[in-house]
């Protein structure tokens, strides 16, 4: 987050959900998976593997620092795969080579942001449920149930289609090993497989960032919906919350549809782009849910 005036309106564990420590924890995730798998179908020696899946521990890397010399690089990746060539190479040095290996910075940081939008929007969503468990019990304000009901269908429709791995690089052309490899991690990973290369199947993605921007949309109408039954002098902050977060969420589901026409292989500068509206969404929908569940709480 940029600023105090963002900050204040986000509970710690929504600054957290996307803050440098899950970050870096994610994209070591994917590069432990990665290498085990490579090394599962004989692309990378079994030693090396259990080298580079031993080292991706959170706790062994200052993640504070790589996020920050990430500004100097453009890309996320980069001084996170620096790091941890660095630090493999302190324990058997002769895996340095099969670390990162056949992946494009591209992959591991779209694979990591599908990995940490899965676990944002199960604990956004499980948020929202609440919401809908205490409505129908209270029996107040039914007519706000249905919509959420139809976010957490499209969601799940959605995030099946959308939520999956990426390894359209290099990988992607080691015909049946490449297939094998980028299964297993999904597996491991407990994301899907794609049906089709990255740079024809945006659609579904920006179909599940629509969904999300929807979702923050009726939050933002029941926030409403709630601060008509309550005294100006007593509005309730998580309802607050929500309608700050509804006014931001249009404005980056337009960033992301912008982003369609790009090319596979997209110019700096467009890639950060999408990841800042993309990660700003998120926080979005998950700041309004976590708002008026501890409203609806106290109510």
């Given at each position: 987050m940029s600023s105090v005036f963002d900050d204040f309106l986000h509970a710690p564990e929504v600054l957290e959900s996307f803050g440098a420590q899950r970050l870096v924890a994610a994209m070591l995730?994917?590069?432990?998976?990665?290498?085990?798998?490579?090394?599962?179908?004989?692309?990378?020696?079994?030693?090396?593997?259990?080298?580079?899946?031993?080292?991706?521990?959170?706790?062994?890397?200052?993640?504070?620092?790589?996020?920050?010399?990430?500004?100097?690089?453009?890309?996320?990746?980069?001084?996170?795969?620096?790091?941890?060539?660095?630090?493999?190479?302190?324990?058997?040095?002769?895996?340095?080579?099969?670390?990162?290996?056949?992946c494009t910075r591209q992959d591991l940081v779209d694979t990591t942001m599908a990995l940490m939008t899965q676990r944002a929007l199960a604990v956004t969503c499980a948020y929202v449920q609440n919401c809908v468990d205490r409505l129908e019990r209270t029996s107040t304000h039914l007519a706000s149930v249905a919509p959420l009901r139809r976010s957490l269908q499209r969601l799940e429709h959605s995030g099946a289609d959308a939520l999956a791995v990426q390894l359209g690089g290099t990988i992607a052309g080691m015909a049946a090993q490449g297939a094998a490899v980028q299964a297993q991690?999904?597996?491991?990973?407990?994301?899907?497989?794609?049906?089709?290369?990255?740079?024809?199947?945006?659609?579904?993605?920006?179909a599940l960032g629509c969904d999300v921007a929807l979702l923050v949309g009726s939050l933002g109408t029941l926030a409403r919906t709630l601060l008509s039954d309550t005294p100006e002098d007593s509005s309730p902050a998580g309802c607050?919350?929500?309608?700050?977060?509804?006014?931001?969420?249009?404005?980056?589901?337009?960033?992301?549809?912008?982003?369609?026409?790009?090319?596979?292989?997209?110019?700096?500068?467009?890639?950060?782009?999408?990841?800042?509206?993309?990660?700003?969404?998120?926080?979005?929908?998950?700041a309004s849910a976590w708002g008026l569940a501890q409203t609806l709480q106290k109510s």
């Open positions: 995730q994917v590069e432990s998976a990665l290498a085990q798998a490579q090394a599962d179908h004989g692309l990378i020696p079994v030693e090396a593997a259990r080298s580079i899946a031993g080292t991706c521990k959170v706790e062994l890397f200052d993640a504070p620092k790589i996020v920050r010399d990430s500004a100097s690089s453009g890309s996320l990746a980069q001084p996170l795969v620096k790091s941890l060539r660095e630090t493999v190479g302190l324990f058997n040095p002769s895996a340095v080579p099969f670390v990162h290996f056949e991690v999904a597996a491991t990973l407990g994301l899907a497989v794609p049906c089709a290369p990255w740079d024809v199947q945006r659609d579904a993605w920006l607050l919350i929500a309608l700050a977060m509804a006014r931001r969420a249009p404005q980056r589901a337009a960033g992301l549809l912008s982003s369609m026409p790009h090319a596979h292989e997209r110019n700096l500068g467009f890639w950060q782009a999408d990841q800042s509206d993309w990660t700003q969404l998120l926080m979005s929908a998950h």
